[in-house]
């Protein structure tokens, strides 16, 4: 059951859709319902911008999307440290959670929101204008507010679907990576949401976990991961426990070593498709292996004076500049190395000035 991002709320699905969620199990049709109820609470309270914070992607799923349809802006917090819920704070109405967080804005315990009548489908589509916040570390050490809209969530995942159509219509999405950054939002929440593909609502961050929901699992699978997952599960001896159920396998967050690459292929049969993207830009190619990379369809490359890469998208605020060193090579693209001071460390982004000043501060 395919659907626009902004229309997720307004039609009443059939009793036999695919289930958002497994594990546990939720109907497309109850998860709808969810979605309006909470959607008229926070209208209700006249809410105008969210903080989120949930580990069960279905719940993160309903209350993004509720969120959108009330007319409020979502801030996805990266972590729950004091800075990022100051930050919070400071700029939004209301928390929706999963866990206790302390804060001082009004908490609405998602787990705890239960449906007890039917709603009234909504009357309208989500406004394309509206807004998701991510908070991500700055080359200056800096953190840096990165504001998405619902428009280009959904041309983003449409250029994600055509780029791989053929996934059977009830393979399972599965990650190790977190839906409160990008790249979870875009593959394990928005990708199969819109794409009628149910999603494992449980983050797998530990290699056995993967291995093993696709054993229990009668559907074929989709794992969204990183190198450093990749990483360990190129050591383990038990991918038995996923023959014939993994259908792909896509990897971002850092740069996945071609050995990793090619000993996954090996043991699974299946390559990884590697997914190269940032915050700022959504995503922007994708390659097998040690392959160029190929822009996602409807992403366009250049380059700046500095050797940096430069992609223009739907899904983008006009140009973006990455800071990556990179050589266009027929119609794609190599990269060779940052041109910033941004590390990568088990796929997550280092400030270098950051750690320079908290050194320089510590007694």
Not at 121 to 145: D, E, F, H, M, Y
């Amino acid at each position: 059951m395919k659907c626009e991002l902004s229309q997720i709320l307004c039609q009443a699905p059939s009793a036999d859709a695919p289930p958002v969620a497994l594990a546990p199990l939720w109907p497309r049709r109850d998860w709808v319902q969810a979605g309006l109820q909470l959607a008229a609470t926070l209208r209700q309270r006249s809410v105008r911008r969210v903080a989120l914070w949930c580990d069960d992607a279905a719940w993160f799923a309903c209350g993004l999307v509720a969120a959108w349809q009330a007319d409020a802006d979502v801030l996805l917090l990266p972590d729950v440290t004091a800075a990022s819920v100051a930050w919070a704070e400071a700029e939004a109405d209301l928390c929706l959670c999963s866990d206790a967080i302390a804060t001082r804005l009004p908490v609405i315990s998602l787990p705890e929101t239960v449906v007890t009548t039917p709603v009234q489908a909504a009357s309208g589509p989500i406004n394309p204008a509206r807004q998701v916040w991510l908070k991500t570390s700055g080359s200056s050490g800096q953190p840096k507010v990165i504001v998405k809209t619902v428009a280009q969530l959904a041309a983003e995942t449409a250029a994600i679907q055509a780029q791989w159509p053929l996934l059977p219509d009830q393979a399972v999405v599965m990650g190790s990576v977190s839906p409160q950054h990008l790249y979870g939002l875009s593959f394990r929440i928005i990708w199969p949401l819109c794409h009628g593909l149910p999603m494992l609502r449980e983050q797998c961050v530990y290699p056995e976990q993967l291995l093993a929901h696709s054993q229990s699992l009668p559907q074929p699978v989709v794992w969204v991961t990183s190198p450093t997952v990749l990483a360990a599960l190129a050591q383990r001896t038990d991918w038995p426990l996923a023959a014939g159920k993994l259908k792909q396998i896509l990897s971002s967050g850092g740069a996945l070593p071609e050995a990793v690459s090619h000993t996954i292929t090996q043991l699974s049969g299946i390559c990884p498709d590697e997914v190269y993207g940032s915050s700022e830009t959504g995503v922007i190619a994708t390659r097998q292996g040690a392959a160029w990379w190929q822009p996602f369809a409807g992403a366009r490359m250049g380059m700046a004076t500095d050797g940096a890469l430069q992609i223009t998208a739907p899904w983008t605020e006009g140009l973006q500049q990455t800071a990556d060193a990179a050589e266009l090579v027929g119609e794609g693209f190599r990269l060779h190395g940052r041109l910033d001071r941004i590390v990568k460390l088990a796929d997550k982004r280092v400030s270098l000035p950051l750690v320079e000043h908290t050194l320089t501060q510590h007694e």
